[in-house]
């Protein structure tokens, strides 16, 4: 079971490497997965994780209180809006826009709500 850890988190962290480089890609809860799942594979792979320079400020701050940076809230909302967008470019129903525009409406209200870290 420790292999099949080991590889979720292993495909975590590289969709977190990329979501740092795309704006629609979520980095940190990918993170935060890699974590918890090099956490019942490999303990070395998360202690590298937590501890690494770039990557585990984030992790440590969402562990330690729960917090989001405001770099990370302003870059998720710009992505959110920018999804809603492409959504009415694409001149999707307007069901899909309703549900889509709630749903972007509470991540990102979670998101704000959470404190700064």
Known sequence: MRWFWAFCGLICLALGVIGAALPLLPTVPFLLLAAFCFARSSERLHHWLITHPRLGPPIESWQRNGAISRRAKRASSLAMTAALG????????????????????CVALFIWSRPEG
């Open 86 to 105: 492409l959504s009415v470019v694409l001149a999707l129903p307007l069901w899909v826009l309703l549900v889509q525009g709630a749903t972007l409406a």
